[in-house]
């Protein structure tokens, strides 16, 4: 008989809880990992570097490498450093930008990935995406899916509370991601993956839905879990389709206009999915991502972040252009300044002050 079923890209190991960390030799031993215990160990000089006198010891036949910082040069000097130990895997220790350094580098030369991020501020840290800033300003390039991802949830409550928050954003805008990939269903006949929707989608309606807060041990797990689910749901899609909708498109409208002055990743998704979730017409879902967002201190108006009205109405227009084949609400309303000023002064009324 065939087997009638598929395999899903995912890590091996998923350790998420306090004092996670301390148990990660013993994860990495794990003969899937490293059967030699032959490690490279990416770290930031910040929040990663200062983890390594705990860690180290656990991890006698590891490597230390620096990271400088975020960028595609950074990535392949990182590769260019590793290659020729013959480790058996990559670990990336830090922050975001490390983590998607040590993505890169380890599927240039061809190593798995270990995972151990030290914030929850956005879905990368389990997804098969690199995003590394670069010459012409800021690039995704598709990595593999990390083998194993550590998450001790001290650590990242220890991190600055933005951080959490910007995750929270993160996650909440999979539930407006996943209503633009119907409407592109509907509209447009493109075909959904079923089960990463269903992912992605569940991911963001628990967190959305939890009552806690940044500083509860269960949100945090919640959240963590939600991060980890929409990385694999991308895996299964085969794309960022599941967490990447008319949100993401304004998130990278403000990153490509005001370069200098962007808000976090999950910030500016956060708004951008509240927003759209109201120009679809789902009002009440509108407001209530926008109370939840508020309860967590995140933004759901521009001047929130720094922007002014007309700085949004710019971004809204322009984000269409930054995903050029992707189709959202906003590509099937094909908005125009004053029309997006309208509607705009109708969702400020929505979700109230």
């Known amino acids: 008989m065939p087997v009638l079923t598929r395999l899903i890209p995912s890590p091996v ?84 930008k490390i983590i998607d350094c040590a993505k890169f580098a380890a599927a240039r030369i061809g190593l798995p990935l270990v995972a151990v991020p030290t914030n929850l501020a956005h879905d ?62 509907r509209v447009k006949g493109e075909r959904i993956d079923g089960l990463a929707a269903a992912m ?36 299964v899609s085969g794309d960022s389709r599941p967490a990447s909708g008319a949100c993401h498109e304004i998130n ?28 679809r017409g789902a009002h009440e879902e509108s407001a209530q991502m926008a109370e939840v967002l508020r309860r967590h201190g995140l933004p759901v108006l521009p001047e929130e972040i720094g922007f002014t009205p007309e700085e949004f109405f710019r971004a809204v227009e322009f984000a269409p252009r930054t995903r050029p084949g992707r189709y959202t609400i906003l590509e099937h309303l094909d908005l125009k300044t004053d029309q997006i000023k309208d509607l705009y002064a109708d969702y400020v009324k929505a979700i109230g002050s």
């Open 13 to 96: 190991v998923v350790d998420i809880r306090a004092g996670a960390l301390d148990d990660l030799g013993c994860v990495l031993a794990d003969e899937r990992i490293s059967h030699s215990g032959k490690l490279a160990v990416a770290v930031s000089g910040g929040s990663g570097a200062k983890l390594r006198e705990r860690v180290a010891p656990s991890l006698p036949g590891a490597d230390w490498f620096e990271v400088g910082g975020g960028t595609l040069d950074d990535a392949i000097k990182l590769a260019g450093a590793m290659k020729g130990g013959h480790y058996d895997a990559v670990v990336g220790l830090g922050g975001g």
């Open 124 to 185: 990368g840290l389990c997804s098969p995406v690199a995003t590394l800033d670069n010459d012409a300003g800021r690039g995704s390039y598709g990595v593999p899916n990390p083998i194993a991802v550590v998450i001790d949830l001290d650590v990242v409550r220890a991190a600055p509370a933005r951080f959490v928050r910007a995750g929270i954003g993160d996650a909440v805008s999979n539930v407006s991601a996943i209503a633009d990939w119907e409407l592109a269903n």
């Open 200 to 235: 992605a989608r569940q991911a963001g309606e628990a967190v959305l839905r939890h009552p806690g807060g940044i500083g509860d041990n269960d949100f945090l797990q919640v959240l963590a879990e939600a991060l980890v689910l929409t990385g694999i749901a991308m895996s």
């Open 252 to 279: 990278h409208a403000f990153d490509l206009l005001f370069p200098t002055r962007a808000a976090a990743h999950g910030e500016q998704c956060g708004l951008g999915a509240a927003f759209a979730m109201y120009l």
